[in-house]
């Protein structure tokens, strides 16, 4: 298991309207981890990997008879849940904050992503560089003519800021340089996917695996990002530039149904189910690779 010391660092596709609102009010109400109480472990977080969580919940429950219940309430809500101990597993599509990391949550990467930057399926526009991206979310680039596009003024579409695909593209893309206030802030990913499926100038971001949708007649393309194109493929040896780990978050060591939980979610059984979601499953080969590519891009030893 790839577990960090404390403080370290259905399918997929069908998931998108699931908000868990229910579980949230139950959770609110709740003092204490529902795992001590009756059997039933709580995971709460990103809706990125709740896709992840939903499906290994319902092999857990078939494997063991303990029930999961699965929400996604956002990778910050997810985490203070975990924190507050109403939640026994947050969900995150972020790392830890310094303050977080300050605190006995201790981190397990599940799972590999990349952020696929889309637009409408009619804009000519195929790619981007790192820097014309970060420029229009600044709000410094306004028209699709600027980067080889139509005279079309863009409509950039971002994450609200529970939002852990928000954060790590903030710091993967933005890199310091602030978003541009007048931006349509939207709550979830399939938000962003329709809007943008359906707005001619529209930009946005949303994880690679929810791109095509068996969901849905609507349709948007990713673009390539200083010219690697947005597949699983290039996350998985790592060139594709947006790319991030997903997590799950405990506090303290897992223990007892929630360690045989995760125990799961990262086993070879799951493997082809987490590829089927369209995410990456862990294994030594794509992390050798992700580790070389950043040691050639920072000019250091990857070992």
Same mark, same amino acid.
């Given at each position: ?31 204490? &981890? ?11 977080? &990103? ?130 340089? @602030? ?7 939207? @709550? ?21 695996? !929810?791109?095509?949708?068996? !969901? ?31 997590? !799950? !978050? ?16 990262? &086993? ?36």
């Amino acid at each position: 298991m790839k577990r960090g010391a404390p403080g370290a660092s259905v399918t997929r596709r069908g998931a998108f309207a699931l908000a868990g609102v229910g579980l949230m009010a139950a959770l609110g109400l709740s003092g204490c &981890s529902s795992s001590e109480d009756g059997g039933v472990l709580t995971v709460a977080g &990103s809706t990125t990997v709740m896709p992840i969580a939903e499906m290994a919940a319902e092999q857990f429950e078939e494997e063991t008879g303990t029930k999961v219940l699965v929400s996604g309430l956002g990778s910050s809500a997810g985490i203070e849940a975990v924190q507050n101990g109403t939640a026994d597993i947050a969900t995150s599509s972020r790392g830890l904050t310094e303050a977080e990391a300050a605190t006995d949550l201790v981190t397990t990467v599940v799972a590999l992503d990349g952020i696929a930057v889309i637009v409408n399926d009619d804009n000519p526009v195929s790619g981007l560089t790192m820097d014309q991206l970060r420029s229009i979310y600044a709000g410094e680039t306004t028209n699709w003519s600027e980067v080889g596009g139509d005279d079309l003024q863009i409509l950039v579409v971002n994450r609200d800021e529970a939002s852990g695909t928000r954060e790590a593209f903030k710091k993967i893309v933005m890199d310091g340089t @602030p978003f541009d206030r007048s931006a349509a802030v939207l @709550p979830g990913t399939g938000q962003v996917r329709d809007v943008v499926s359906r707005t001619a100038g529209a930009i946005g971001y949303i994880s690679i695996g !929810f791109v095509a949708s068996d !969901f849905t007649s609507s349709t948007v393309k990713s673009l390539a990002i200083d010219g690697v194109a947005a597949t699983e493929e290039n996350v998985e040896n790592g060139t594709y530039p947006v790319s991030r780990d997903l997590y !799950f !978050f405990t506090k303290g060591d897992p223990s007892g149904k929630v360690e045989d939980y995760i125990e799961l979610v990262l &086993s070879d059984e799951m493997s082809q189910t987490i590829r089927d979601a369209g995410y990456l499953p862990l294994s030594d080969a794509s992390y050798q690779a992700r580790a070389k590519a950043a040691g050639a891009e920072e000019g250091g030893d990857a070992s």
